[in-house]
């Protein structure tokens, strides 16, 4: 959240450095301030780059955990309760339902997870009319 807030300032520091060379082109080439002007842009864009490189690497962080989740969650019931089926203690089905329900249990947590990324988008004083 703090990120994409940072990456639209950047953005429109950019757009608005633009703009204005835009607007005062002819001043800049009278004075010869391109390669100063070429300077501050590149800079700005070069900050809005690094932002989002940023984002990327968290959104890419966030998602590897939950994917590395899921996949560990499919096997977690078969390793906890491997032994005890082993040792006759318990039949074959209860891993199965043990499968199933940390499924459900699964499925569960990731759509919270997918809502709280929405809910966590919304500000809090946010009023609409």
Known sequence: MRLTRLALGFEANLRLALIRIRENAESIAFFRGAPIELARCVEL?????TTYYRRLSVWVIFTGGQKSVVTAAQFLPTL??????????????TIMQTNMLFSVLLASLTSLVADLQVILGCPKGLKRP
């Open 80 to 93: 906890l309760l491997g032994g005890s089926v082993l040792r006759g203690e318990t039949t074959v089905g």
């Open 45 to 49: 864009l070069e900050t809005v780059l």
